[in-house]
């Protein structure tokens, strides 16, 4: 048997060489996934099956260590360059990236970072937003929005820029979502009091305050 792997355009293609007399045992095996095949000499055929294709900005977007796609934390603009800074963390490693894309480019590659920007860099769970701020800069306008995770109880912030957040524009129909995988291990974060008199974030189970002495009520957040 021989393997070669063929990149062509935006298809990666692999092409076993076999046995006839095992053609008949290797479709049947591979049922309904669309193979083409034909006979090259008396003693062999190939088989060509379209593996999936090749998307550059996945790619760039996935942890170089797993291959989960990253969380958004950061996409500014940087003018000068005509260019986008994307930091990202992985949330089953937590491994942070950092990628640089084109301005131009930018309605190919915005829908995988937008699609990101609700989802927890820790656990991969959903946020709920809790405020957000614009800063209205005529270089480079972002937004900062901080959320809280439903699944790690934990809070999050993340400045983004305003052409990746407003998105007035339907996402293409040939478009491959992005997969984030979550991490199982992160476990729900205690709940807290809040002093009302200093702030300060205390157990849930503490009477006073470990700061100023304030007096508790049963209020959580």
């Known amino acids: 048997m021989k393997l070669q792997q063929i990149t062509r355009g935006k298809g990666k293609y692999y092409h076993v060489y076999l046995p006839k007399n095992i053609i008949e045992h290797v ?127 934990r809070t999050r912030s993340k400045v983004i820029a305003d052409e990746i957040v407003d998105l007035s524009e339907k996402p293409p129909d040939d478009i491959t979502p992005p997969i984030i995988q979550k991490n199982q291990k992160i476990r729900q974060k205690s709940r807290v009091k809040v002093c009302p008199t200093c702030e300060e974030e205390v157990p849930s189970n503490h009477v006073f305050c470990s700061q100023c002495g304030t007096f508790l009520t049963e209020e959580i957040i």
């Open 27 to 153: 479709l049947h095996w591979h049922q309904g996934d669309n193979l083409e095949y034909k006979v090259i000499s008396d003693n062999s055929i190939i088989l060509k099956k379209l593996l999936y294709p090749v998307n550059k900005y996945l790619e760039d977007l996935s942890c170089p260590v797993c291959f989960n796609h990253c969380v958004t934390i950061k996409g500014i603009k940087i003018p000068k360059r005509n260019e986008f800074k994307i930091v990202a963390r992985c949330p089953l490693d937590h491994l942070v990236t950092k990628t640089f894309f084109s301005q131009r480019s930018l309605a190919e590659w915005k829908w995988y970072i937008h699609e990101t920007i609700n989802i927890c860099d820790l656990c991969g769970g959903f946020l709920e937003e809790e405020v957000r701020k614009h800063a209205s800069s005529t270089v480079r306008p972002f937004y900062k929005i901080v959320f809280r995770c439903r699944d790690c109880g």
